[in-house]
């Protein structure tokens, strides 16, 4: 049944790349016009470059595909297998896909500025600077939790150390051998991709544990780690593009087909039936809407993904025609990995049997209606699921159980990780659009941008403060619960900027309209549930974070309204 349920999903997602992206491209965004590209019009060695597009594919999948893809399914599946699979579905052909790729086209369109930035264009200065503002702080708690997240993972996997780290050098090789000796990106890509599996084999018999080298607790090591994972997206953030970025996430974008070829490999020959039930009807949730709608956030549409794809991805962008393999299509090979996430904590879970979880400790035999006993496990155990389940599916192909797990692991710290230093990059050009924006001309230098973008992170990541509960914890984590309504009000005011946009061409804007008001409606109830819950925990500060974002969102909602009624009166 869930192997079923895979083959249908899939199948949908080919005919919405065959057919709806299609007609959005030719009808919406004229993809198929041949305009100068930024890439090529601005080209600087370092940020504009133009790139080959399946290179481009490569580096703006394994930009979007982090964690959250991963995390958001496996927290979700305690409504069931249903709900989770059938947004994933729909959200990503109708609502994601549509998303990233009219950012990709509208900015590729403005000599690759931002979305935040073309604000300025169809709704004024003050609503780019707000939008600008939003897109900060955004992006400031992303980078904070990765790198946390990411350094819980080095911690936890020690196996997943050497292959994470090898790959840097070996990535920068490949892109020295492309970018200056004009070589093919395919073969040394495949070479990098056999030694990094090789690497997770060596990892696993010797882990790199800082706690047996160093002599270090868990708490110091993951501060350690931490503190390298900002030297590196700071360095990363300033390097040419095509010398790391490019490189490593191309190999990453082929660990990721391997790895979602293996999954649904073990899935079908292991054929297992749903281990949950179609739609929860008792537990201890919140209520599925709006909550699930902000938690499969990034498996179906994401905010941040539209940062990508105007900040990075648009300055390399060769021609017009790319967009929709780069833009609709990596979102779909998202949305298969939010897919996978999801059969593994909904039918994987069950072929698993001991193990340990984070929220719960050991458990003998893992099922279903264990691992999702209660909700606070669920959001606890996170992406366990996926490790777990994912690893019983490359377990039905023969592969040893720690092997399998170090596998999965090493998979979701190479996105997070991706989409680590694409954040820090990204976070630059904002921090230089503001720049901009204000009058500030030194903000728009590179370093000076780079340390802006980063030292909020680093407070984030390391100031301590209570939660609701009572417990001392890092800012990043208090404030993440957040996150999903947040990005989804991201995605919302992108959607708005598109609309206008598009709308000033006289394109049909339906398609950006109808999924622009389900998400903000969505994300707005989301955002006011959480308010709810944090006065009556007397959590004021979270309470004020989160009345700030909602004051922010409306204003920019009048601003749209504005710029609607200054667009019908120059039709009329």
């Not at 080959?52 to 958001?72: E, K, M, N, Y």
């Not at 606890?380 to 699921?385: G, I």
């Amino acid at each position: 049944m869930a192997a079923l349920a895979a083959l249908v999903v899939l199948a949908c997602f080919a005919l919405g790349y065959r057919f709806y992206a299609r007609w959005v491209g030719a009808r919406i965004f004229g993809d198929d016009e041949t305009i100068e590209m930024p890439s090529i019009a601005k080209e600087d060695g370092v940020d504009f470059v133009p790139t080959d597009r399946h290179v481009l594919f490569g580096h703006h999948f394994t930009s979007i595909a982090g964690a959250a893809p991963i995390v958001g399914p496996c927290v979700a599946a305690y409504w069931g297998w249903l709900p989770a699979l059938a947004w994933v579905v729909l959200g990503t052909i109708f609502l994601g896909a549509v998303h990233d790729f009219g950012a990709l086209v509208a900015s590729a369109r403005e000599g690759g500025r931002s979305i935040a930035d073309l604000a300025n264009d169809v709704m004024g200065g003050r609503a780019r600077v707000l939008f600008l503002c939003f897109v900060l702080v955004l992006v400031w708690l992303v980078l904070a939790v990765f790198a946390m997240v990411i350094a819980g993972l080095f911690v936890a996997q020690p196996a997943s150390v050497l292959p994470i780290q090898a790959e840097i050098p070996m990535a920068m090789a490949i892109g020295w051998l492309i970018h200056k000796k004009k070589i093919g990106a395919l073969v040394p890509s495949l070479v990098v991709l056999v030694a990094l599996y090789a690497l997770v084999w060596v990892g696993t018999k010797a882990p790199f544990d800082l706690r047996a080298i160093a002599g270090w607790d868990a708490t110091t090591s993951r501060r350690a780690w931490i503190v390298f994972l900002f030297v590196y997206a700071a360095v990363a953030s300033l390097l040419p593009v095509w010398l790391l970025l490019q490189p490593r996430d191309f190999v990453n974008s082929h660990q990721l087909f391997v790895g979602l070829a293996a999954l649904f490999g073990g899935l079908f020959f292991a054929w297992p039936e749903f281990d949950a039930p179609a739609v929860r009807t008792d537990g201890d949730a919140p209520s599925i809407f709006p909550l699930l709608f902000v938690t499969v956030a990034c498996g179906a549409i994401s905010g941040f993904h539209g940062l990508v794809s105007s900040g990075t991805t648009s300055k390399q962008l060769r021609s017009l025609s790319d967009a929709r393999m780069v833009g609709y299509g990596a979102m779909l090979g998202e949305g298969a990995l939010a897919l996978a996430s999801t059969l593994a904590a909904v039918a994987g879970i069950a072929l698993v049997g001991a193990c340990t979880l984070p929220g719960q400790g050991a458990i003998a035999d893992l099922s279903w209606a264990t691992y999702y006993d209660r909700w606070a496990h669920a959001g606890a155990n996170q992406a366990s699921a996926f490790v777990l389940g994912g690893g019983a599916f490359l377990e039905q192909l023969g592969i040893p159980t720690e092997l399998a797990r170090t596998v999965m692991a090493v998979l979701v710290i190479s996105f997070a990780a991706t989409t680590l230093d694409t954040a820090a990059r990204i976070q630059r050009f904002i921090v230089a659009e503001l720049g901009q924006a204000v009058g500030v001309k030194a903000l728009t230098k590179p370093t000076l941008a780079t340390a802006i973008a980063l030292l909020p992170a680093v407070f984030l990541a390391f100031g301590q403060t209570t939660d609701p509960s009572g417990q001392t914890r890092e800012l990043g984590w208090v404030l993440w619960p957040l996150f999903g309504a947040s990005n989804q009000l991201l995605a919302a005011l992108a959607l708005v900027v598109m609309a206008l946009y598009f709308a000033v061409r006289r394109k049909p804007v339906l398609p950006l309209v109808i999924p622009m008001v389900l998400v903000t409606v969505a994300s707005v109830l989301a955002l006011l549930e959480k308010l709810r819950q944090f006065v009556g925990q007397e959590a004021w500060g979270l309470a004020a974070f989160a009345a700030a974002l909602l004051a922010l969102t409306f204003w920019m909602l009048v601003e749209a309204g504005r710029a609607v009624g200054r667009l019908r009166d120059a039709a009329t």
